[in-house]
């Protein structure tokens, strides 16, 4: 049962532009959410999250945006860069739990 | 440097062989966790344990096996009853349960033939 989704596999952005990656989740309890970033052969590094008492969260170039009605979270870069080429992991818990992950959405910024 | 260690990067077994992934961690981190990651799939949480001696079964326990005797270390065996062994495998620790953010390790890359 797959808890957390990214339906994209790939995005493909220019270099300069804003790239926003998708998350939706199923289980209303989730009240916590990262996105992870990941190279090959690698283990992920934490790249931001939020509450669900949030809307938004801004770190830099990086913004992550919760809609709980529509259990919908985004991750936006603006502006992309080469250097943000890399796989992007959605992920979710709530008190107690393990992390659960979604598939992942490959972002490629091109020069 | 603070961090996770698992070793070894690549992992070379026979079918029906018993094999135990390491993990350490000398972050001072409460709890730990071991994920699989598959082509095309997320993370599956495998075992996390919260403090030594406890652990806790995850989504895809079975035929998996682990100990928590001490707070650095975590080791996993992939036992002979796991039917798709070969996965990359990734353990992660954080200060607390549930994480707020969970620092991972490098990875294990398992080959079962």
């Known amino acids: 049962d797959q808890q957390v989704k990214q339906n994209s596999p790939s995005l493909s952005v220019q270099e300069g532009r804003i790239s926003i990656l998708n998350c939706d989740y199923t289980?209303?309890?989730?009240?916590?959410f990262l996105w992870y970033k990941k190279y090959p052969a690698e283990g992920p590094t934490f790249l931001i999250s939020?509450?669900?008492?949030?809307d938004k969260n801004e770190d830099g170039r990086f913004t992550v945006f919760l809609n709980k009605s529509a259990k919908h979270l985004s991750l936006h870069i603006v502006p992309s860069q080469p250097g943000d080429s890399a796989v992007y992991f959605c992920a979710a818990y709530f008190g107690g739990s393990g992390m659960r992950f979604g598939a992942g959405t490959r972002l490629t910024v091109k020069p | 440097d603070g961090g996770i260690t698992q070793s070894p990067k690549y992992l070379f077994r026979k079918e029906g062989q018993n094999v135990t992934l390491s993990c350490e961690q000398n972050?001072?981190?409460?709890?730990m966790y071991w994920y699989r990651q598959d082509p095309g799939q997320g993370l599956r949480l495998i075992y996390y344990s919260q403090i030594v001696n406890d652990f806790q079964k995850g989504d895809i326990a079975e035929g998996y096996s682990v100990s928590r005797e001490k707070k650095e270390s975590f080791p996993l065996t992939v036992t002979s009853a796991q039917k798709n062994p070969t996965a990359f495998y990734l353990c992660?620790?954080?200060?607390?349960?549930?994480?707020?953010?969970?620092?991972f390790g490098p990875g294990t890359r398992l080959t079962v033939t």
């Open positions: 992660a620790s954080s200060s607390q349960v549930g994480g707020y953010e969970q620092y």
């Open positions: 289980n209303s309890m989730f009240d916590y």
């Open positions: 972050l001072n981190h409460d709890a």
């Open positions: 939020i509450s669900s008492i949030k």
